[in-house]
């Protein structure tokens, strides 16, 4: 079993910063890929970063210079540090990664968070 608990949301106004973690927990084996995707009311979920374990990133266009992804593989977390936020940041938040378990070893299956509410408004 495995669950990855996100924290870090919240209110904030245009122009502010806020810290997104992810902590993966349970029989895991190997982390592939973490990352962070988006959705907001009345949208598809969108990608908004990943970093491998070889700490390879990816970027949606829309949050290139603002928003850095980082990872600390010995305690299974990701972090998105998001900066100089915009009211069409405003989204549930979801952590997102690909696990191998001790039951799958050498499978990897994609796992999400349950979500977390960034709302950006003056």
């Known amino acids: 079993q495995v669950q990855l608990v996100e924290s870090g949301g919240g209110l904030v106004q245009p122009g502010g910063s806020l810290r997104l973690s992810c902590a993966a927990s349970?029989?895991?084996?190997?982390?592939?890929?973490m990352g962070w995707y988006r959705q907001a009311p009345g949208k598809q979920r969108e990608l908004v970063s990943t970093i491998t374990n070889s700490f390879s990133t990816n970027y949606a266009d829309s949050v290139k210079g603002r928003f850095t992804i980082s990872r600390d593989n010995a305690k299974n977390t990701v972090y998105l540090h998001m900066n100089s936020l915009k009211p069409e940041d405003t989204a549930v938040y979801y952590c997102?990664?690909?696990?191998?378990?001790?039951?799958?070893?050498?499978?990897?299956?994609?796992?999400w968070g349950q979500g977390t509410q960034v709302t950006v408004s003056s």
């Open positions: 349970g029989s895991i084996f190997e982390i592939y890929a």
């Open positions: 997102n990664a690909r696990i191998s378990t001790v039951q799958t070893a050498g499978h990897f299956y994609d796992y």
